[in-house]
């Protein structure tokens, strides 16, 4: 039986946009993937979910696209943190003290009976629920009986506000995990400081982590006086993660903040690392061709075996046509990188915009190899099941189509699509089993509704 697929309407790279279904629209929302980005997260979290007790495969990690500063769980193990934590948090300590926290509330089963209820309900619904109604429009039954608590907070309270005893609970955790893997709590005092600061008056106006996450004088002090006493108070992680974090900070500030601001903040006359970084995609944003390729030029040849590099120019010379140009830079980086889908796909898409038929059996076995890798990603699904359609394998194109729409949970089109390619696979083959799994899950799913 297929099993219930997490639905990711997202960012490919870093500003393509996907098609997002009537929920993201009407909650304004969208999430992020970055292959860079994506394995620095999951580089923080995984030491910290083993801490927990957490099988690091099975807690679903989401970037939402949203300047505000605050992270949360919801719908069983799905941790989601904002763009805005990310670029406000100064240090991987910071970042790796919200995720422990978090995983504290996932552990310590600190999910009421309604949150529960939320475990079967895509990410997309519960952030578009999170904003405001959306997952109620969606059919989520779950969503839509708290949307009926009353709007925008009342949801908020009742899906992810936690108790103070839930929250002190998460705090003793959350050091507890810092502690067994050798990280100083201070990035988690650090964070609570922040938000400290931002801290307001009205509840209307309040930093969204501090709704939820009540915050209060005896979780700071006590978080303070563990740190001062623990041996690890002042143990910083190596030169390498800091470079990361700055890296990570880096790319999301020129990709999500206008080029003038970015420009602000990475002036020139700065040549670290992160400031070209920034300036090649503030300028690419800015439609500066030459000057984006000359500033991740500079980073090349610095550190020549950085993928991330390379997709940058892949993704600035595909994104301004110069498709022989992108091949290049996305085979570099595909070759330092084999098996990470984000590159994979950046350069199926390129061989496949080429229109060359020379070329159109590369695009598919990069685009085979993206799902492969990552079985749950609507778009790739749908470029290759372009690519099949550009090369007459119709039955194929058919498949990929239909797992995409499952994927969308557009399961009228899943169904037919799926009966389409059955009708074209050989009988009792593994795409024909494919074709078959998703028809019948399909109607099985059409019949709830």
């Known amino acids: ?15 393509l946009s996907l098609p997002v279904s009537s929920a993201a629209k009407a909650g304004s929302i969208s999430f992020i993937r970055d292959a860079e980005i994506e394995n620095i997260i999951a580089l923080y979290s995984k030491p910290v979910f083993e801490a927990a007790g957490l099988a690091a495969d099975n807690v679903e990690i989401y970037l939402v ?13 799905k941790l989601f943190i904002h763009t805005g934590l990310l670029q406000r948090a100064r240090t991987p300590e910071q970042v790796i003290g919200v995720i422990a926290h978090e995983s504290g509330h996932i552990a310590g089963g600190h999910l009421s009976r309604i949150r529960q209820k939320m475990k079967g309900v895509p990410a997309e619904s519960i952030i578009g629920f999170i904003l405001g109604g959306a997952a109620a429009m969606a059919g989520e039954a779950g969503a839509g009986a708290a949307i009926m608590f009353g709007g925008q907070e009342a949801a908020q309270r009742s899906l992810l506000s936690y108790s103070r005893m839930e929250e002190g609970s998460a705090d003793q955790a959350a050091i507890k995990y810092l502690d067994d893997i050798g990280i100083s709590s201070r990035g988690l005092l650090e964070f609570f400081e922040i938000l400290k600061r931002d801290e307001v ?10 709704r939820s996450h009540p915050l209060t004088g005896e979780r700071v002090n006590a978080i303070r006086a563990h740190v001062e006493a623990s041996p690890y108070k002042d143990r910083k992680l190596g030169k390498e993660y800091r470079d990361m974090h700055n ?12 080029p003038a601001h970015t420009l602000r903040l990475y002036p020139v006359g700065d040549n670290s690392i992160p400031a070209r970084y920034a300036r090649a995609g503030a300028y690419h944003k800015d439609g500066r061709l030459e000057q984006a390729i000359m500033e991740v030029d500079s980073l090349i040849a ?12 892949g993704q600035i010379y595909f994104e301004n046509g110069q498709l022989d140009d992108a091949v290049i830079s996305y085979e570099k980086a595909v070759e330092l990188k ?5 590159l994979l796909l ?8 080429q229109n060359d038929p020379a070329k159109l059996n590369q695009a598919i076995e990069m685009l085979e190899r993206t799902v492969h890798n990552d079985k749950e990603y609507a778009f790739a699904w749908r470029q290759l099941g372009i690519a099949y359609g550009k090369a ?10 239909a797992e995409e729409a499952f994927l969308q949970r557009r399961y009228k089109d899943s169904q037919f699509l799926a009966n389409r390619a059955e009708q074209g696979l050989k009988v009792g083959s593994r795409e024909w089993l494919q074709a078959q799994d998703i028809r019948l899950t399909s109607e099985r799913l059409l019949k709830k509704k």
């Open 338 to 342: 084999p098996n990470t889908p984000l």
């Open 247 to 258: 890296r990570m900070r880096a790319k999301l500030d020129a990709f999500l903040l206008s």
């Open 302 to 313: 610095e550190m020549p075996d950085d993928p991330y590099f390379h997709e940058l120019k």
């Open 201 to 210: 008056t009205k509840t209307s106006e309040q930093n969204p982590y501090i």
């Open 1 to 15: 039986m297929r099993k219930t697929i997490k639905i990711l309407f997202l960012l490919a790279c870093w500003t």
């Open 346 to 353: 950046g350069l199926g898409r390129s061989y496949l915009e």
């Open 65 to 77: 696209n949203d300047s505000r500063l605050n992270a949360f769980v919801a719908g069983g193990q």
């Open 392 to 401: 007459e394998r119709m039955a194929e194109s058919s498949l990929a189509l």
